[in-house]
């Protein structure tokens, strides 16, 4: 079945950088886009960046820009979201998910399975 299990998640000072981890088993990278979500308290989830399966394609959302960087590996069946500079803003859980097509979204709509998630905590 369908599994994708997120890690490299934890706390972090104002303006360092984290690396996640999405293992995805159950179907393959080469076939489906994948998109990082997050949710912090009292938010709702929201699209944070996303790769597409056909040519690679990225987009991030604004706030995200120009600081995060999304990459997969397809031999591994992995992706990955390195975060630099990082905020206190950037405070969430964030979640790997798998869309629904070989294209890219920041909407929960087009997505079919997601993570359990991993906390990012960005603070003094």
């Known amino acids: 079945q369908v599994q994708l299990v997120e890690s490299g998640g934890g706390l972090v000072q104002p303006g360092g950088s984290l690396s996640l981890s999405c293992a995805a088993s159950?179907?393959?990278?080469?076939?489906?886009?994948i998109g990082w979500f997050r949710q912090a308290p009292g938010k709702e989830r929201e699209g944070v960046s996303c790769i597409s399966s056909d040519d690679g394609s990225t987009y991030y959302a604004d706030s995200v820009k120009g600081r995060f960087t999304i990459s997969r590996d397809n031999a591994k069946n992995t992706v990955y979201l390195q975060m630099n500079r990082m905020k206190p803003e950037d405070t969430a859980v964030y979640y790997c998910a798998k869309v629904a097509t070989a294209w890219c979204t920041l909407y929960s709509q087009g997505i079919d399975y997601w993570g359990k998630g991993t906390l990012v905590t960005v603070s003094s």
């Open positions: 159950g179907f393959s990278l080469n076939y489906y886009g």
